[in-house]
C-alpha cells in the first residue's frame, strides 16, 4: 500500500510533503522529532509488508490516527498517481475531525482531495463536504471500528485507536484483513489485550518507555524558520515524559479507611478463590471495590449526586447487592460473599466517618498557598462534581482554587486531554487499563494520593509493575519488532531499574522505594482476582504418582457406544453446519445480549451458541505451560527433563542406529523404533514406560543418565500430571470466559487474561434445533460437522 523506495508515508512527513495549517493558516512543514521518525518509519514498514502493528503510545501522543492515516493515503496516491486512496480510522476523540481538516499537501488542503467521511450505524459512508478537485478517494473516520467492517473490502489501511474496538472487534478486523489489507492499532495501556491480539495475528509490538525517551526528543530533521511543530509530541513534552516521577504520596498513621480498603481488596480476592464464584458476579465485585475505594467523598454526599449516567453505581446499594448474591450461591461461595458484603459494609462506614475530602482539602490547600499548579484526577464525571462541590463548599480552601488545581478524570488524562506540563494527582489507585499514566505521563509528575501504608504498598507495586512492563515492551520492539519490520530504532533499550523513577512521599519525606515494600506484599499488583496456578502446580507436585489426574468426561461412555443427543444446526460462512449435543448437555448460549449457561435443548433459533475451539485451546495451554516454566516451583521439575532431552540428542553421536537401540533396551514395551527418534530429536517429551529411561541410558551406555534415570522418570510422570492438571483447569476457564469482563485477571501470576481465553471460542448462530432425542455413535456427539 505504500510507496516503493522513499515515497513511503514516513517520507511525506519528514520530506515537508504533508504540512499543516494551524487553525486555518498557511501550511507549514512539521518539524518531526526522532521519536516521530521512528514512528514513521515503523508503520511505513508495517503497512508496505503489510503486517499488523501495535503501538503502545505516550499519553501525549493524541494525534497519530489521523497524521498516519493522512500519510498513508498521500502515500498510496504517490505510488499509483491517482488520488482515490481509501482509508479507514477509528477513533473516538472528535478533535481529530478537526485536525485532518488542518493537513495539507504543500499549499492545498488535503481535504479537498481526499475528503474525510462518516459511516452511519447502517454501515453506509457519508461524505462531510464536497470539492471540484475530489477524485473519489476518501478518509473515514468513525468512532467505532464495526462500522468499518462492511468497507474493508475498499480500504487500502485502517486505523484503529484504542477506545474505538472492542477485544472482539479488533480480532474480527484483524481476522477480516489478514496480510491483504495493512492494519495499525494504537493505544496507551501497556497492559492492552489488544496487543496480543495483533501478536496472535502474526504482527508485530512497538513501544517506547520514560528512559529512551530523551534521546529521541532531538530533531529528525534540518530545523526550518517556521514549522507547524513535532508530529506526534513536541520534544519539551517527550523531555517532561522521561523525566517524569510518581510519587506515592502516603500519609502516617493513614486514616481508617485503609486498613478497611486493605480487608475489601483480600476479601475480594478469597471470593475469586472459590470453586463456584459467578464471573458476573467476580465482575460486579471489582467494580464495587473501585467505586468504594476511589470516591472523594462521602458515600451519602457522592450518592446525592444526580449525574447524567441513570446506570451508575450508587454506593448505598453494594452491601444488599452483594447479600443478594450470597442468598444464590451455595457452600464456601456464599461464605465468600457474606465476607465480601461484610468487608463493604466497614469499607463504606470507614468512608463516611473519614472520608478522603479531608486529605484532599489539606492537600489542594498546601499547593495553592505555595503557588503550585496542578490537576486533580478523579474516576469519573460524577466523583468531578461531588469533589469539586465540597472543596468549593469548605471553609478551608482559599478562593480561587480550582485555576491552580481544576479537576478532571482519569479518562481525559489518558487520552491527553489535559493541560501539558502540570503534575498530575490521583485519588487513590489507578485501575490497569490506565497503568499508561504511570509509565508515559503527560506531565512531569504524578502524584498518587493514598488513604495510608496499605494503599500505599498497593500503589508502589502498580508503578514498578507498569515500569517494568514498558520497559519489557521497548526491549520488544527493539530486538524482535524491529528485526521484523526492518527498522533502525532510534534508541536502545537504556536499562534502568523501573523503581528508580518511583518514590514514597511518608509522612511528608521523600525516600525511595523500599524493596521489603515490594518482597513483603503477597497480592497482586494489579487486583486480587487469580486462580493461581503455582498453587495448583504445588499440590500437583505432592500427589501419589498413580494420580493420573485426567480430563472430566462424559459420563461413562466408551466411543463405540450410543447415546441420546439432539440435533442443532448453525449457520456458518463457510455452509450450514450441525453438532450432535446431548439434551441436557451444559452450553453458553448468547441471547440477545445476555450470556448464559443452560441445556442444549433450551436452544432456539436466534440463539448463538459459544463452542471452544480446541487447537486454539491446545495453543493457549502451550503458552501457560511456557510461562510456568519461568517459576521457581517448576525450576527442578525443568531442569531434569532439560538434562533428559541434552542426554537423549547426545546419544546421536554415538554410532547407534535407532533400530540398534531398540534392540539393545531388553524388556522395553516398544515395537517401533521411531519412539526412539522422537527421544533423541526432543520432539517429545520422553517415554510413557519410565523404566525406559534407564534402559535407554545402558543402551547407549550413558552412565551420567543412568545415574539420573530414576528422577528423570519422575520429572516426567510428574509433568505428564501437571499439563493434564493444567488443561482440566483451562478447559473450566475458556468455558466460562465470554461471560467475565475483557480485561480482567484469570492468574495474575501468569499473566493469564480472559481476552487469552477468548481467543480459544467461536460463536455460531443458532438456525433450528431439532427436539427429537436419537441414539447417535459417542464419537460423533459435540463434533462440529457440516450439514
Not at 196 to 203: C, E, K, L, N
Not at 552 to 561: A, G, I, K, Q, Y
Not at 688 to 707: H, K
Request: proline content about 6%; glycine content about 8%.
Amino acid at each position: 500500500m505504500a510507496a516503493a523506495g522513499t515515497r513511503g508515508l514516513s517520507d511525506c512527513v519528514l520530506s515537508g510533503l504533508l504540512m499543516r495549517g494551524r487553525g486555518g493558516g498557511r501550511p507549514l512543514p512539521f518539524a518531526p522529532t526522532v521519536l516521530d521518525a521512528e514512528l514513521l518509519q515503523a508503520a511505513d514498514a508495517a503497512m508496505t509488508a503489510r503486517i499488523p502493528l501495535a503501538v503502545v503510545v505516550p499519553a501525549s501522543v493524541t494525534a497519530a490516527p489521523v497524521v498516519l492515516a493522512a500519510s498513508a493515503a498521500v502515500a498510496a496516491a504517490l505510488h499509483r498517481g491517482r488520488l482515490n486512496p481509501q482509508i479507514g480510522v477509528a477513533s473516538v476523540r472528535l478533535a481529530d475531525r478537526d485536525l485532518y481538516d488542518e493537513l495539507a499537501v504543500r499549499t492545498q488542503r488535503l481535504v479537498d482531495f481526499v475528503p474525510r467521511a462518516v459511516v452511519t450505524a447502517a454501515g453506509q459512508p457519508q461524505v462531510i463536504g464536497r470539492s471540484k478537485l475530489d477524485a473519489g478517494g476518501r478518509v473515514y473516520l468513525t468512532g467505532r471500528v464495526a462500522r468499518l467492517l462492511p468497507l474493508l473490502e475498499r480500504l487500502e489501511g485502517v486505523i484503529v485507536a484504542a477506545g474505538a474496538a472492542t477485544a472482539d472487534e479488533l480480532a474480527a478486523v484483524l481476522q477480516q484483513t489478514g496480510r491483504r489489507i495493512p492494519a495499525v492499532y494504537l493505544t496507551g495501556d501497556p497492559y492492552d489485550a489488544g496487543l496480543d491480539i495483533v501478536r496472535s495475528a502474526g504482527g508485530v509490538v512497538w513501544a517506547w518507555d520514560a528512559a529512551c525517551l530523551p534521546a529521541l526528543a532531538g530533531p529528525a530533521a534540518t530545523p526550518r524558520t517556521a514549522d507547524a511543530g513535532a508530529v506526534f509530541a513536541a520534544a519539551q513534552q517527550l523531555q517532561a515524559t522521561g523525566a517524569a516521577v510518581v510519587d506515592i504520596v502516603v500519609p502516617q498513621p493513614g486514616t481508617v479507611l485503609d486498613p478497611a480498603l486493605d480487608t475489601l481488596w483480600k476479601a475480594a480476592g478469597q471470593l475469586a478463590g472459590t470453586a463456584t464464584a459467578d464471573p458476573v458476579g467476580l465482575r460486579w465485585a471489582w467494580q464495587a471495590f473501585h467505586a468504594v475505594a476511589s470516591v472523594p467523598v462521602r458515600p451519602d454526599v457522592y450518592d446525592r449526586f444526580p449525574g447524567a449516567n441513570p446506570y451508575r453505581m450508587r454506593l448505598g446499594t453494594l452491601v444488599e447487592i452483594a447479600r443478594g448474591y450470597a442468598e444464590h450461591a451455595a457452600g464456601s461461595s456464599r461464605d465468600a460473599w457474606l465476607r465480601f458484603a461484610d468487608a463493604l459494609t466497614d469499607a463504606l462506614r470507614a468512608a463516611t466517618e473519614q472520608p478522603r475530602t479531608g486529605q484532599l482539602i489539606d492537600w489542594v490547600t498546601a499547593r495553592v498557598e505555595a503557588g503550585e499548579r496542578a490537576i486533580l484526577l478523579v474516576r469519573g464525571a460524577s466523583a468531578a462534581a461531588t469533589v469539586t462541590a465540597a472543596l468549593t463548599e469548605s471553609p478551608r480552601t482559599p478562593l480561587g482554587w480550582e485555576q491552580m488545581v481544576p479537576v478532571r478524570t482519569v479518562t481525559a488524562a489518558a487520552r491527553g486531554m489535559v493541560e501539558p506540563g502540570v503534575p498530575l494527582a490521583v485519588v487513590g489507585t489507578l485501575p490497569r487499563s490506565r497503568s499508561g499514566l504511570l509509565t508515559l505521563p503527560p506531565a512531569p509528575a504524578v502524584l498518587q494520593l493514598t488513604c495510608g501504608p496499605l494503599e500505599g504498598r498497593r500503589a508502589v507495586r502498580q508503578a514498578v509493575a507498569a515500569r517494568a512492563r514498558m520497559a519489557h515492551l521497548r526491549t520488544e520492539a527493539v530486538t524482535v519488532s524491529a528485526a521484523a519490520l526492518g527498522v533502525t530504532p532510534g534508541c536502545r533499550p537504556v536499562g534502568t531499574d523501573p523503581a528508580a523513577a518511583v518514590r514514597v512521599v511518608d509522612g511528608g519525606v521523600v525516600r525511595a522505594v523500599d524493596a521489603n515494600e515490594m518482597a513483603s506484599a503477597k497480592d497482586t499488583a494489579w487486583d486480587p482476582f487469580a486462580v493461581h496456578v503455582t498453587g495448583v502446580l504445588r499440590a500437583v507436585m505432592a500427589v501419589a504418582e498413580d494420580d493420573l489426574g485426567t480430563l472430566p468426561v462424559r459420563e461413562s461412555t466408551s466411543t463405540d457406544s450410543d447415546v441420546p443427543a439432539i440435533a442443532v444446526h448453525l449457520d456458518d460462512p463457510n455452509g450450514p453446519r450441525m453438532l450432535w449435543l446431548p439434551p441436557n448437555e451444559l452450553v453458553t448460549r448468547r441471547r440477545g445480549p445476555t450470556l448464559s449457561r443452560v441445556a442444549a435443548k433450551a436452544l432456539q433459533s436466534g440463539d448463538v451458541l459459544l463452542l471452544v475451539d480446541r487447537a486454539a485451546r491446545t495453543y493457549l495451554r502451550v503458552a501457560l505451560t511456557e510461562k510456568l516454566s519461568e517459576r521457581t516451583e517448576y525450576a527442578a521439575l525443568r531442569m531434569l527433563v532439560d538434562f533428559w532431552h541434552a542426554r537423549a540428542a547426545a546419544a546421536r553421536d554415538r554410532g547407534l542406529t535407532q533400530q540398534q537401540i531398540l534392540d539393545r533396551m531388553t524388556g522395553t514395551t516398544l515395537t517401533t523404533a521411531g519412539a526412539v527418534g522422537h527421544w533423541m530429536r526432543g520432539t517429545v517429551d520422553g517415554p510413557a514406560d519410565s523404566a525406559d529411561i534407564a534402559r535407554f541410558a545402558r543402551a547407549v551406555n550413558d552412565d551420567a543418565l543412568l545415574a539420573e534415570a530414576e528422577r528423570v522418570a519422575w520429572a516426567l510422570r510428574t509433568l505428564h500430571i501437571v499439563h493434564r492438571k493444567l488443561g482440566a483447569w483451562l478447559a473450566g476457564q475458556v468455558e466460562t470466559a465470554a461471560s467475565r469482563a475483557k480485561d480482567s485477571v484469570v492468574d495474575a501470576d501468569l499473566g493469564v487474561h480472559v481476552a487469552d481465553l477468548l481467543d480459544a471460542i467461536t460463536e455460531h448462530p443458532v438456525a433450528d434445533v431439532d427436539p427429537a432425542e436419537q441414539l447417535v455413535p459417542a464419537h460423533l456427539v459435540g463434533v462440529l460437522a457440516s450439514a
